[in-house]
């Protein structure tokens, strides 16, 4: 690490900067800390190219891309700016020698840690390919070892999975020998190019040599074009599981679940990155950058190490980092934060118990209930696996069998009528009538972390790694699930009061409100900026649904627009008329290819591809509704008006009207999973069944 000099700034956001820890072609990796004294690694643009539109669209390319991937197979961004200034991006460290310093270092791994590396690997690039991106620059080098698994880095030329290619024939930015053919052949990439790369790095990891190698790059790029891959260093029975994924024709490529089941590793294979000569390489590095970050004291008036400090501490610990050319890498690959939270240690996801599906659901019988589980003025019922979580009749959050309704765990002390939200199908997290966040184990209700700083009045929406809320003060305000720290506070840019907040939905970077005025907006989850809006898209607050990229509306309209730019894809107006009660659009239902909306006294299924119709069914109700279908098996359920209750459709045809009432008003909150169709009618509630 060298110090800062002139021309450096020594602030940036919440991170004071401490040290320079790299630079390349765009810009320079500072060593940062915020005013809690938690380290960071601090991106930032050159300031003669923050004034080139490209470069400056790229960089934010970049920080969106890499807050778009969940799951904890990837580097976590902290926070960013994109908007005014210098541009920067802070992101976590990781302590650690990369792949290619530990197959260098200790030579080609065992059976049992290349395996926990494979099936790692193979789900981490299953998240970044959910997140509709693909990485396009797995290797080695951009494989993190630490002692909670391999870490996937540097998003610096990830592209949507649509995305054209970024090179011409012989332009490539990604190391020669990874990168697959119909890459270095300029053609379009989509995930299959990652696989090939993940085959490259595992016949890598087990024969410690490259697959593809030469003494010129025009020659490895030949040889993965039209030669055959060097496994002979390979272990026989590994070999039959890479060379699938190194197949020239991306379509004859295994899928990354296949992947991770053909590698499955051992119980207990996780001890791989604990112990052994390689897991005490790690525990060394991870020790040095505890130390690193309490070198630096967290008060900004107090002065700055020296640098024959810094470089003697960094070179303890084998910090590297990668800084060259126009991709640079900026996470540091060998230090780590000493005064964040604990890391929560969050049990796998439960399994999900599927109701048996049935030949019809005439004469309709419950699965359970109605019983009295709820407060009257209940959130919507969230699945969450094997619990349905509900505000208990008497205040606090109460998770139920979605079996039998039984009652698994209650918290209380919390206000689950500020909303509840479910992070990576594993936490539950609502807020208490302070506005501190609380996060609960959903399948147990153990309490994990509690957010104090949040001043949360409603939750919105959240992602794996941040809980969006709308604070009493009316800000929009973005909560780290991982540093349970404001990344950043806006002024609501929706209307907004307690009563009617907007609904809302994330996803790929992105955070859609729509509220009840209709004049929606999309705003950057990085920054919180308005990215576009739409105005006049109804009157009343519909929650929007977003899938691959494509974000879909009710109100005035159904359509479907880019999530990333706004541009509509396709729109079908609404025939009811918008304004009166119940009329316009109600808010959509996506699944699949499939799009699913009501119409004031129609449901309709159109293409979620071309806006087709498919199929168009008259309700039971002569008064309209809003409400949200809900696509189960091969049902559709939708709650109506007064005097109708609930109605079940054929979700392929339309037809076959089927209805369950136990209410007499049109109050109902309604979701579904595994089969089951959940319904809130004034505190009582009941899950009901679907069929084939």
Known sequence: MLPLSTGDPLRLGPYRLLGVLGEGGMGK????????????????????????????????????????????????????????????????????????????????????????????????LQDIHTAGLVHRDLKPANIVLTSRGPRVIDFGIARPEHGLTLTTTGQIPVTPGYGAPEQVLGQRVGPPADVFSLGAVLAYAAGGRRAYDGPHVAGVQYQVVHGEPDVSAVPEHVRALVLPCLAKDPAQRPEPARIAQAFAPARGAGKVWRQGPLAADIGRREATARQLAATFPAEPTAPSPSRRRLVTTLAAGGAVLAAGGGTTAWW????????????????????TPEAALLASTAGMTPLWGPESLAGPRTPAPLP????????????????????????????????????????????????????????????????????PDADAEKLLAADARTVYVMTRERQLRAVSTATRKVLW????????TALEPPAAATGQGRLVLFPSDGHVVVVDTTTGGTVWDIPDQGTAALRPAISKGTVFFGGRTLCALSLATGNELWSVDAESKVGQDSGGWGPPAVRGDEVYAVDYLDLHRYGAGDGERKWKTYLRSYEGTRSLPVVQGGTVWVAETKGYGLTAVSARTGDDVEGYRFGDTAAYTTAGDGNRFFATHDGSVVALPVRR
């Open 29 to 124: 990796v500072y060593f940062g800390r915020d005013g809690a004294g938690d380290a960071a690694a601090v991106k930032v643009l050159r300031p003669e190219l923050a004034h080139d539109e490209n470069l400056a669209r790229r960089f934010v390319r970049e920080a969106q891309t890499a807050q778009a991937v969940t799951g904890e197979g990837v580097a976590r961004v902290l926070g960013a700016q994109t908007e005014g200034g210098r541009p920067w991006i802070a992101a976590e460290f990781l302590a650690g020698p990369t792949l290619d310093d530990a197959v260098t270092a200790y030579g080609p791994l065992d059976d049992a840690a290349l395996r926990a590396l494979a099936a790692a690997l193979a789900r981490t």
């Open 332 to 351: 540091l690959k060998g230090g780590g934060p000493k005064a964040a939270p604990k890391p929560v240690v969050v049990p796998p996801a439960a399994r």
């Open 384 to 451: 969450v696996r094997d619990v349905v979580l509900l505000e208990a009749p008497n205040g606090g959050l109460a998770a139920h069998h979605v079996t039998d309704g039984r009652q698994k765990w209650l918290a209380s002390g919390v206000k689950a009528s500020a909303g509840y939200v479910t992070v990576s199908d594993r936490l539950v997290v609502t807020a208490d009538a302070e506005g501190a966040l609380h996060a609960f184990v959903a399948s147990s209700g153990r309490r994990a972390w509690t957010a």
């Open 489 to 496: 506070s806006r002024s609501t840019p929706v209307r907004t």
